[in-house]
């Protein structure tokens, strides 16, 4: 017969507490009941497992080599089975109370806030606090939940579950393409008026390539540039040039005509590294069911490939 049939769990946190405190009487006051207790279950694991555990004396409780050996087995059979008493326990649950989420103005605003209603019909008790700002933010310094991220993802001390990777799109309107035409090359960039977005690091490198090829910046003089980014495609829409923006940003004016696509045959980017849209939050093993429940709606809603990409 396996002894080890008569291991519970109540045996194996005492043993784990023990190990910590190395004190059965710490651990007995803790867990209100007698040390005689403490001492007479971790007596019967050893029985049970067929090997001594602790060294005991008038002052401590010293693990002997087989105590540290077991002390990583019992440590991870107690977190997984905590694991899993929280996943059963959230099946059951609700979202509910607070969760703060942020997210860059022109994205939030297409993109997150048009669908917090479903997302408050789905969770009545949630309550969504959104903020938007092109600002850098750390989740645990600026106590934010969710932060909707675009861009290359280099922060391994944050979870990130990727929803999608950005594209870029030169693009006109079609009053534009008729009075002055449709660009072939990188190089014909230079002689049409080019909309650029100009951010806290400067104005926007534009970068083409040809499928397999290098990239390759091409030096543009603005006919606009801006900080702005819907001053720049209102500007594009009533034909005053050509912008280099991302799939979520004009993916709706491509497929409605109110933009066209210019050299579809090149990948365009401001970035060569690949650029993803992502939902950050803190590193921890077990994300609160608010987090999950977000991500996954909006996981949900973007879809695969995401809506807005043309």
């Known amino acids: 017969m396996n002894r080890t049939n008569n291991i519970d769990i109540r045996a194996l946190r005492f043993f784990v507490s023990v190990f910590d405190a190395q004190n059965f009487s710490v651990?007995?006051?803790?867990?209100?009941?007698?040390?005689?207790?403490?001492?007479?279950?971790?007596?019967?694991?050893?029985?049970?497992?067929?090997?001594?555990?602790?060294?005991?004396n008038t002052r401590a409780v010293v693990p002997t080599e087989a105590g540290k050996l077991f002390f990583s087995y019992a440590k991870t059979v107690i977190e997984q089975l905590n694991e899993a008493q929280e996943q059963l326990q959230d099946r059951a649950a609700e979202p509910s109370g607070l969760v703060r989420l942020n997210a860059p103005v022109f994205f939030g605003e297409r993109h997150i806030a048009p669908w917090l209603q479903q997302l408050s019909e789905r969770y009545p008790n949630l309550?969504?606090?959104?903020?938007?700002?092109?600002?850098?933010?750390?989740?645990?310094?600026?106590?934010?939940?969710?932060?909707f991220r675009i861009g290359t993802l280099t922060d391994s001390s944050f979870h990130a579950r990727i929803l999608g990777n950005q594209r870029y799109h030169l693009a006109a309107s079609p009053a534009y393409i008729a009075k002055y035409g449709?660009?072939?090359?990188?190089?014909?960039?230079?002689?049409?008026?080019?909309?650029?977005?100009?951010?806290?690091?400067?104005?926007?490198?534009?970068?083409?390539?040809?499928t397999d090829a290098d990239w390759v910046h091409y030096p543009i003089t603005p006919s606009l540039s801006s900080n702005n980014a819907q001053s720049l495609l209102t500007a594009a829409l009533d034909g005053m040039g050509i912008v280099l923006?991302?799939?979520?940003?004009?993916?709706?004016?491509?497929?409605?005509?109110?933009?066209?696509?210019?050299m579809p045959d090149y990948d365009a980017a401001i970035n060569t590294q690949p650029q993803h849209i992502a939902a950050i939050y803190p590193h921890v093993r077990h994300p609160p069911l608010n987090i999950r429940a977000v991500i996954d709606y909006f996981t949900q809603i973007y879809g695969n490939p995401l809506y807005w990409q043309p």
């Open 245 to 262: 923006f991302p799939d979520w940003l004009i993916g709706q004016e491509l497929q409605q005509g109110k933009l066209i696509k210019i």
């Open 182 to 210: 449709m660009p072939d090359s990188g190089h014909a960039l230079q002689q049409h008026r080019c909309l650029v977005y100009k951010g806290f690091e400067g104005a926007n490198r534009w970068y083409l390539r040809q």
């Open 27 to 56: 651990v007995a006051r803790r867990e209100d009941v007698s040390a005689s207790m403490i001492s007479r279950t971790i007596h019967n694991l050893e029985d049970a497992l067929g090997q001594q555990l602790f060294y005991r």
């Open 127 to 147: 309550a969504i606090d959104l903020t938007l700002t092109d600002e850098y933010i750390d989740p645990l310094k600026d106590g934010t939940d969710i932060i």
